[in-house]
């Protein structure tokens, strides 16, 4: 699931080592969790007037080839003319509240909002990479989309020095493919937030039907398409039609056990009522006998 | 274990309820009518709804998968603003399992206060409004709840609410947030159960539930969940389109997963109801037993004075019976009462699943009909 899709980076799998000869391992690919995504977007809004970006930390784990960030959280900053300041303090202490609560997170890279990378850019990934030795910090710029001219999305990069003797304020960087990863469960309270009138009063079936509809609304659009074929008014993709023909020709076997599923459905149905009343008699027999 | 450690953690965070600010002088000028609802010092205006932001949502949602075998709770910042409350961030708590209960305390307590200082560093929300907790088809009355509520309920404006959410209905890809819903607590008192007409199903008052992103969020959402086609013209047609938000049809899937394991959880929670019931009428056996040998004992020695003056003598002295016979105090109800919210719970998450199962079963049927 990538984030941008329309970026035509070709991403470079660099195995050189590292300067002083031991082999670093340099993540090649990233997945983001929404909870980060989102908390940098609420960071981004709660910024001050005078802030042209914002910063912070990314958590996260990480094997040999991925990174895989779980979470953020902000970090003050200050950027001028002539300096940039990065409060580490408040990144320390942060980092450590954090740690409480999920052990196995540890510090992946950092994020900014906006996608100029420049000077102090590469400075703060001086600075995390600090962090993040002997692994290589990663860098995710957000684009929130505010700003004319750009859309929204997000780039991640890894730094590579520049130069013959590397300074901290040079280096290269290098982008890295990124993904929104998410686990299955999560998905009802992402869909919660993409309707259009979330509103929490669903009922299981409430769910179904509205799934039930959006079937119904595809079947029909490749009813239509398939009847325009068949009309003549529009040329038939083969690739499209056996496709159709594969996905529709899977039948439901009926195998007799339906009957036994239907009625042990309507037992368990039968005895959560029966459950149900059983317990609100007794809440109000509790009252009545005691009085 | 932790519960009581947690909800003593905070007691010693929270801020004392605060006294009505007393104005100096009585040049104070009347509050204009437009602004009545904005400024609600007393807490006067009912909540009517909670609103939670997106990144709420998904921390909660993250904490309490990470979280499967423990409790996971936190708390929720934010502010009310004319009978809706609008929760916009949320931390995680800490679990303290070994820990000694003191000192466990303690270290949470500081926890959230340099958690809240951090966060408003940042200018984000520091004002607690109430703790979110992760449950398990739908069961979530048990005495840390409570115990927690119980503190929030002196110390935050409306008593503070609590954000249920149900792990095992997202587990299975179901809408999660409808069967997670803020209750905010009313009267409670486990002594004046009568009194009050208390049953598990009014220990909390249940709130709607309503769910924000904010612009910049949801324009982000939707731009992520737009497919982008494929740069290859020859692609398959499954593959052709992707998302990084692709559609999910995870709730047609026929057949009851969670059915067992929520039938078994309505017998267990049966089952624990009955040993407190037995507990219950053990200890009121007890009571009425010591009562009968205390009113027995008064009768006696009633009668025995009575002849003592019939005879002349001095009455023997009315001696405490309270001092001899100990009478145990009353049960608490509390425990069977949440029980039985317990099995309530379980049986409509049972009710539920079986329900949609039925319908999925007659489609399923129909569409294999054809």
């Not at chain 2, 109430?130 to 404006?157: C, E, K, P, V």
Request: aromatic share 6%.
């Amino acid at each position: 699931m990538p984030i941008r899709s329309s970026s035509s980076a070709a991403y470079i799998q660099n195995s050189s080592t590292s300067t002083n000869g031991v082999p670093s391992t340099r993540p090649t690919s990233l997945t983001i969790h929404p909870s980060a995504l989102f908390s940098i977007l609420d960071h981004y809004l709660r910024r001050t007037d005078a802030q042209h970006r914002v910063i912070g930390t990314l958590l996260g784990t990480r094997t040999d080839s991925t990174v895989d960030i779980k979470s953020a959280f902000a970090v003050l900053h200050s950027e001028t003319d002539e300096q940039v300041a990065v409060d580490m303090d408040y990144h320390r202490a942060m980092y450590d509240l954090c740690t409480r609560v999920r052990p196995n997170e540890t510090i992946v890279g950092w994020y900014s909002t906006g996608s100029d990378l420049n000077t102090y850019s590469a400075l703060i990934q001086n600075f995390y990479s600090q962090e993040t030795a002997p692994n290589q910090a990663v860098h995710v710029a957000l684009d929130t989309g505010t700003e004319e001219g750009k859309s929204a999305g997000v780039k991640a990069y890894v730094s590579s020095p520049v130069g013959i003797f590397p300074k901290p304020e040079n280096c290269v960087f290098v982008p890295i493919p990124c993904e929104l990863r998410f686990h299955e469960a999560e998905r009802s309270g992402l869909d919660l937030m993409l309707s259009p009138n979330p509103l929490s009063n669903q009922t299981d079936l409430d769910v179904l039907a509205s799934s039930l509809t959006d079937v119904q609304n595809m079947l029909n659009r490749v009813l239509a398409y398939v009847q325009s074929v068949l009309r003549g008014e529009v040329v038939g993709d083969k690739a499209v039609g056996r496709y159709l023909m594969d996905v529709l020709g899977t039948g439901v076997e009926e195998d007799g056990g339906w009957t036994a599923g239907l009625q042990d459905t309507l037992m368990v149905t039968y005895l959560a009522n029966l459950v149900r009343s059983q317990a609100e008699v007794s809440a109000r027999l509790a009252l009545t006998t005691a009085a | 274990m932790a519960a009581p450690s947690m909800a003593a953690a905070l007691a010693a965070s929270l801020p004392a309820p605060q006294a009505a600010p007393t104005p100096a002088a009585p040049t104070y000028e009347a509050i204009p009518a437009s602004m009545s609802k904005a400024i609600d010092i007393e807490a006067e205006i009912p909540l009517t709804c909670v609103q939670l932001d997106g990144i709420v949502i998904t921390k909660i949602l993250k904490h309490s998968r990470e979280a499967f075998s423990t409790t996971a709770h936190g708390l929720l910042l934010g502010l009310d603003l004319d009978g809706i409350l609008e929760v916009s961030n949320s931390f995680a708590l800490p679990n303290h399992h070994n820990d000694d209960d003191e000192k466990a305390t303690k270290s949470i307590a500081r926890y959230q206060q340099s958690m809240l200082r951090s966060l408003k560093e940042v200018q984000g929300d520091d004002n607690v409004v109430g703790f979110y907790q992760a449950t398990s088809l739908g069961a979530f009355f048990n005495q840390s709840l409570i115990d927690t509520q119980a503190i929030h309920q002196d110390r935050l404006r409306h008593g503070g609410v609590v954000v249920v959410h149900d792990i095992s209905q997202t587990a299975r890809g179901n809408a999660s947030f409808p069967f997670m819903d803020a209750y905010r607590r009313a009267n409670f008192s486990t002594a004046g159960l009568i009194s009050h007409r208390l049953t598990f199903s009014s220990i909390l008052e249940e709130i709607p539930l309503r769910v924000r992103t904010n612009a910049l969020l949801s324009s982000y959402l939707n731009t992520l969940a737009i497919p982008s086609t494929s740069t290859f013209s020859d692609a398959h047609p499954g593959v052709a389109t992707t998302s990084a938000l692709p559609p999910s049809y995870s709730v047609l899937d026929i057949g009851n997963v969670g059915l067992t394991k929520n039938l078994e959880q309505v017998a267990e929670a049966i089952d624990n109801y009955r040993t407190e019931e037995g507990n219950v009428a053990y200890l009121s056996r007890q009571i009425a037993r010591e009562k009968l040998r205390a009113e027995t004992y008064v009768a006696k020695r009633k009668e025995e004075n009575a002849r003592r003056v019939a005879q002349g003598l001095n009455a023997l002295p009315e001696e405490d019976v309270s001092r001899l016979f100990r009478i145990p105090p009353e049960p608490s109800r509390l425990e069977s009462m949440l029980l039985l919210g317990q099995v309530d719970a379980y049986a409509k998450s049972l009710e539920g699943i079986a329900g949609a199962g039925l319908v999925k079963m007659y489609a399923a049927k129909a569409s294999s009909g054809v």
